[in-house]
C-alpha cells in the first residue's frame, strides 16, 4: 500500500540531505524517481541543496495553479521510456497549496506511488503554511527529523532574524538571504526570546 | 524537561483508554494527575468513557473562555494539600481553542507539567479543528494512536454518518448521537465512499 | 502487507490495556482476533489481566514445545466457521522461545495475518529475554509503550524487589507474587539502585 | 536528560550521511561532536563514508579492549582547550561490545552527553550483533532509518551474497568487498531467497 509520508523538521534538520539519500536509495536498486519543490522557493532555483554539499535538480517546478496530480501524470507518460515512477519525493513541501497536498494522497491511494513530502511544519511565527497544515491533517505517516537548538533541546521553530535581531512581524514567507535569517529554537528558546523582543 | 504531547488518532483508536492508562500509571507512583476536557464535548457529561468500560471524572471541564494555564494554576494552588500535579491530562483536545493550547504549551514548558492531549486530527470531511490543527503546528511530539479500517488497513479519518448514510456536508460539530455516527476509514475507504456519495 | 510488530514496554506500562482495546477495535469492525499468551507466564492463569480492571481469557497458551505456526493454523481451521481470523495477539511475548518468534513472523509474512507482540524488552538485570530479544531482531516494527519512573522520566528497566529491596541477582524469570515484585525504572534511578545494592 | 539513541537502519539505508548530518548540524550551533567507530570495521579505514559521497575521518577507532567511557573522558579532557563535548556519533555500532554499550549508556547517563549510535540490527542470518542486541535492550529511543527492498517494500534484513549469489552459512562478520557484497531485502524476499537457497 503506498502512503503519502510528511517528513518534518526545523530549518537546517537535513532535510534536503534526507530526500537526497532516498532518491539514491531508490537509484541504487534501478527504481526511478521524481523530485519537485514547489516555485515558491526561490531559494538554489531548480535545484534541492543539502547543506552537506550535495545537490540535485528537480524534475519540474510545482506552480501554485498546477494540478499536481495530473502534472506527475503527464511526466510519467512523457518519460514513460524511462521506466515507471517508484516514488514521488517533494522537497520544501509546505509550500504546495492545499489543493496538491490532497493531489499528493491521490498520488499515493489511488496512483499507488508513495509520495514522501519534507518540509517545515510552521512559519516564523509558529503558524502552519497551507501546505504543512493539510500535510499534517491527512498524511498517513508524520515523522519528524530532529535538530538540536543552541542550548542542546531540540528545535522546533524557525524563529526570523533581519539583520540579526530576532523579529515576530512580518510576511509569513521570506526566502533566507542577506538580510533575512532564520534559526532554529527550541519553544524554552522561542518563548524567552518573543517575551524579549515584546518588552524592547 | 516537560513537552506537550499530541496523542492523536481516528476516533475508536483507544484515546480515552490510553489517557486512563496513563492516569493509573502515574497514580499507582503516588503521583497526582489533572484530568481535563473540553465542555464542547457533551458525550458522557463530566465523564472521560473508554470503549473498554472504564470511566472517570474530569477534574474540570474547559469551556471556550477559559485560559487554560491559569485554570491549571488556580486548580493547583487550591487543591495544594492533595500535592503537587505531575501531569495534565486533556481528552478530546480537538475542541480546544487555540489560545488554549498555546497555553497548554505555556503549562509544558514555562510551568514545566507535561502536558499529554488525546484527540482527533480532522473532523468528517478532513479538516482540522483549530484546537488539533494548533496541536499539530506546536506540539513538541505527535504520536499515532492506531486502529483499523474496515478494509483492514489503518484508519485515519473519521467518515460521518446520518441514519447509516455517508454524509459529506454539515457542522464541523456533531456529537454522535441516535441519527449520527462516525467510522473511522482509512484514505482508499474515505475517498471511495466520497466518490459515491457524490454521484448520488 | 501483514506485519510483526512488536510493542514493548516496561512492566506495568500499559501493555495488555492495550493489546485488549486492540482487540476490541479489531472485533467492533466484525473482526475476528486470535489471543495467546506463553505458558511461562501463570500470572492470570488464562487470562489476560489489565491493570486498569479489563480482563479476557487467551484462546490457547503457548507451550515452548508448540509450533505457533501450526497451532495458529489448526486453531483457524477448527474454528472456521467462526470467520478468518484477521489478526493474532500475543500476550506476554518475551516468553516466547526464538523458534515461536520466527514463527509468528511466518505467520504474518507468509499467511498474511497480522501479528501484534506485546513484551518487555529486558529482564530485571536488564538482559533480554529469548523471545524478545528475536523480537527487537525480525520484527517489521518496534513501538514503545511508555511509563514513567518514580523520578518522572519516562521507566524503561524491570528492577526486582524481594521483601521490598531491589536485588541484582537471581533466576530469569520470577513471577510477581508475594516477596517479588517489580518496580520500572528509568537508567539513572537503575544504575543508582544498582550502585547503592553494589556497595551494601 | 542526554539519552542513548539507537539509530537502526538495513545496509545502504542512509546511517552514515545521517550521521554526518547530525554532526553537521551540532557544529553550524558551535557545538563540538566527537566522532567514532569500532575499528572491527576495516571499511574506509579511519573514514566515515556516505553513499552520497560525503566522508569525514573519526576522532578515533574503538578496539575492543577498549573502555568506551574512559577514552571518551581521556579525548575531552585532552582536547579540552577545543570546548565541551556535546554529543558523542557512533558509526557502525552493531560492532561495539557489549561492555561497551554499557559504557555508552553510562556516558549519557551518568556524564550527561547525548549518545547516537547508528547500525545495523542483525547479520546476514538475521541474528543480532553483540553491540546491537544490547542497544537494542537497553537503549533509551529506538529509531528507524528505512530503505527499500528490490520489490518496493520496507527492507530489513542484510542479505549477503558471494559472486552474486545469495549465500546462507558463514562467519558472522564479512566486510564487503570484491566476492561478498549485500542487499538489503524485505523479510518476505529474504525468506523466499532463503527457501530458493535451501532447494538449490
Given at each position: 500500500?503506498?502512503?503519502?509520508?510528511?517528513?518534518?523538521?526545523?530549518?537546517?534538520?537535513?532535510?534536503?540531505?534526507a530526500?537526497?539519500?532516498?532518491?539514491?536509495?531508490?537509484?541504487?536498486?534501478?527504481?526511478?524517481?521524481?523530485?519537485v519543490?514547489?516555485?515558491?522557493?526561490?531559494?538554489?532555483?531548480?535545484?534541492?541543496?543539502?547543506?552537506?554539499?550535495?545537490?540535485?535538480?528537480?524534475?519540474?517546478?510545482?506552480?501554485?495553479?498546477?494540478?499536481?496530480?495530473?502534472?506527475?501524470?503527464?511526466?510519467?507518460?512523457?518519460?514513460?521510456?524511462?521506466?515507471?515512477?517508484?516514488?514521488l519525493?517533494?522537497?520544501?513541501?509546505q509550500?504546495?497549496?492545499?489543493a496538491?497536498?490532497?493531489?499528493?494522497?491521490?498520488?499515493?491511494?489511488?496512483?499507488?506511488?508513495?509520495v514522501?513530502?519534507?518540509?517545515?511544519?510552521?512559519?516564523?511565527?509558529?503558524?502552519?503554511?497551507?501546505?504543512?497544515?493539510?500535510?499534517?491533517?491527512?498524511?498517513?505517516?508524520?515523522e519528524?527529523?530532529?535538530?538540536?537548538?543552541?542550548?542542546?533541546?531540540?528545535?522546533?521553530?524557525?524563529?526570523?532574524?533581519?539583520?540579526?535581531?530576532?523579529v515576530?512581524?512580518?510576511?509569513?514567507?521570506?526566502?533566507?538571504?542577506?538580510?533575512?535569517?532564520?534559526?532554529?529554537?527550541?519553544?524554552?528558546?522561542?518563548?524567552?526570546?518573543?517575551?524579549?523582543?515584546?518588552?524592547?
Amino acid at each position: 500500500m503506498s502512503k503519502l509520508y510528511f517528513r518534518h523538521g526545523a530549518m537546517n534538520s537535513g532535510k534536503s540531505t534526507a530526500l537526497l539519500q532516498v532518491a539514491h536509495n531508490y537509484e541504487e536498486r534501478d527504481q526511478r524517481v521524481l523530485l519537485v519543490k514547489p516555485a515558491v522557493d526561490t531559494k538554489g532555483d531548480r535545484s534541492v541543496v543539502s547543506r552537506l554539499g550535495v545537490t540535485r535538480d528537480v524534475d519540474f517546478l510545482v506552480t501554485p495553479e498546477m494540478n499536481l496530480r495530473e502534472a506527475f501524470a503527464d511526466f510519467a507518460t512523457e518519460s514513460a521510456a524511462l521506466g515507471p515512477i517508484a516514488c514521488l519525493l517533494i522537497d520544501e513541501a509546505q509550500f504546495l497549496t492545499t489543493a496538491q497536498v490532497d493531489q499528493a494522497l491521490e498520488i499515493a491511494v489511488l496512483d499507488r506511488v508513495p509520495v514522501l513530502a519534507y518540509g517545515i511544519r510552521t512559519d516564523f511565527l509558529t503558524h502552519g503554511f497551507p501546505g504543512s497544515i493539510r500535510l499534517l491533517e491527512i498524511a498517513h505517516s508524520l515523522e519528524e527529523l530532529k535538530t538540536i537548538c543552541r542550548c542542546g533541546k531540540k528545535a522546533m521553530y524557525n524563529a526570523r532574524l533581519f539583520d540579526g535581531k530576532f523579529v515576530f512581524h512580518g510576511e509569513q514567507v521570506a526566502i533566507d538571504g542577506v538580510h533575512v535569517t532564520y534559526e532554529s529554537l527550541c519553544p524554552n528558546c522561542y518563548l524567552r526570546e518573543k517575551a524579549a523582543a515584546e518588552e524592547a
